[in-house]
């Protein structure tokens, strides 16, 4: 069983950054896609961004330009920079690691933007 581990949320205000980390405990980590999802009060969980294997980056609309995922391999880590937050950005944030037959989610951890 892989054990994902995120860290970074906290309270900031709009205009704001912070960066999100994902540690994951598999050695195989490199092949895994990666994501981040977010789910806010009363909604329903959706897609942030992916990378691929390979390094490819998807992004959600809403925070295309703001936000930039990576990944570091060697540290069976991903990462979600997010830039010029808003107060719709608040959510929980989810990390998410993925291969043809595995699912593994992280515990979520909160963002929250206000002044």
């Known amino acids: 069983q892989v054990q994902l581990v995120e860290s970074g949320g906290g309270l900031v205000q709009p205009g704001g950054s912070l960066r999100l980390s994902c540690a994951a405990s598999?050695?195989?980590?490199?092949?895994?896609?990666a994501a981040w999802y977010r789910q806010a009060p009363g909604k329903q969980r959706e897609l942030v961004a992916t990378?691929?294997?390979?390094?490819?980056?998807t992004y959600a609309d809403s925070v295309k330009g703001r936000f930039t995922i990576s990944r570091d391999n060697a540290k069976k880590s991903v990462f979600l920079q997010m830039n010029s937050l808003k107060a719709e950005d608040t959510a929980v944030y989810y990390c998410?690691?993925?291969?043809?037959?595995?699912?593994?989610w992280g515990q979520g951890t909160q963002v929250t933007v206000s002044s």
């Open positions: 598999t050695n195989i980590f490199s092949i895994y896609g």
């Open positions: 998410n690691i993925y291969s043809a037959t595995m699912n593994y």
């Open positions: 990378i691929t294997r390979g390094g490819s980056t």
